[in-house]
């Protein structure tokens, strides 16, 4: 089979295209013919040797991952083959809070991720894709999708009717999370430093849009558009540049979220500000298998469908990640894997 591989240094010219012995299901296993692969910033840091600079090489890189089963091994119940699945992002989260555990059994690094033409996973690693779903589009459910669903309704205070979220730029767990918004019946409020992005925001149902280069106290703008209370949830996957700004913006007693380092991770922020707020804040480790499920359950539904900004040719999975890199994407990337 071919594989993509981070080989023996990190960086974007180190992954390459290789030649891999086609693997066989053991005992609870499945084999998947991978037919697609959503990018996420984690493979990108990963990619690069920011996210974990000690990780072993050479890694098969991305997280997310949809395709067919083509074969079970013995004991096999959940599966059979031509059942349409993706890959849970930790193998070993099943259900109820993260663990140690959870964080050691991640595809696309410390385990070989997706990007690969067939892959061997644990029966207990995988979910059915809804049926609506193509495979591209169901490749963006395991991080992304469930990041944002868990963000939304995994913690004390899920989101309901009437609520209001602040989600910052347009990436895939923003979009997804402007989605769920709409699906739940609550208004978003989206901030980005591109007109056209924000206007398409719009028109997938965002209620108010903040250019935050034009108006960069866009957290006094968030305050002014809820009427001095601040919204209900924040989504914060800006990280060290937005973090301060997002705290100001969650009215009292509200959640935030944190997912992201898109700005840095090391910040300054006075603790009073969570404090005098009584502010939940959560970190979003994606999620388990049991929430991916629960999530799967309202996409099918409501008949959902993630947002994808393009769709690469598997030979091309390089320049995926530098459309990353460079920013440009509104939504997903995904690679078509396929054989």
């Not at 056209?196 to 960069?216: D, F, N, S």
């Not at 924040?234 to 509200?254: H, Q, S, Y």
């Not at 840095?264 to 499920?293: C, D, N, Q, Y």
């Amino acid at each position: 089979m071919r594989a993509f591989e981070i080989q023996s240094q990190f960086g974007l010219d180190n992954l390459r295209l290789a030649e891999r012995p086609d693997p066989s299901p053991g005992p609870g296993e499945v084999l998947v013919g991978v037919r697609a692969c959503s990018l996420n910033y984690r493979d990108l840091m990963t990619l690069l040797g920011t996210y974990n600079p000690k990780q072993k090489l050479p890694l098969v890189p991305c997280s997310d991952g949809a395709g067919e089963v083509l074969a079970v091994g013995p004991g096999v119940r959940r599966f059979k083959p031509g059942d349409r699945v993706a890959g849970i992002f930790s193998q070993t989260w099943l259900a109820g809070p993260p663990s140690g555990a959870a964080r050691k059994g991640t595809l696309g690094g410390p385990l070989d991720g997706m990007l690969r033409e067939l892959a061997v996973l644990s029966e207990e690693g995988l979910v059915p894709l809804p049926a609506h779903l193509s495979f591209e589009e169901g490749a963006c459910l395991p991080c992304a999708g469930l990041t944002a669903w868990n963000a939304l309704f995994g913690g004390e205070s899920p989101l309901k009717p009437g609520d209001t979220v602040l989600l910052e730029g347009t990436g895939g767990v923003s979009i997804f999370a402007l989605q769920f918004t709409q699906m739940a019946g609550a208004r978003a409020i989206v901030i980005s430093s591109s007109d056209e992005k924000l206007q398409r925001a719009k028109e997938l149902g965002a209620w108010a849009t903040i250019h935050y280069v034009r108006e960069p106290e866009w957290d006094r703008g968030v305050l002014d558009l809820t009427g001095g209370e601040g919204v209900d949830h924040v989504v914060e996957v800006g990280g060290a540049g937005t973090f301060e700004k997002a705290l100001k913006a969650v009215r009292i007693g509200g959640s935030l979220s944190v997912i992201g380092v898109l700005s840095g991770a090391k910040t300054e922020v006075a603790l009073t500000w969570i404090l005098m707020k009584s502010v939940h804040l959560r970190g979003i480790f994606v999620g388990s298998r049991a929430l991916f499920e629960e999530m799967s359950r309202a996409v099918g539904e409501h008949q959902l469908r993630p947002v994808v900004d393009k769709v690469f040719p598997f030979e091309q999975a390089p320049d995926a990640f530098r459309l990353m890199q460079r920013g440009g994407h509104f939504g997903k990337i995904v690679v078509a894997v396929g054989r």
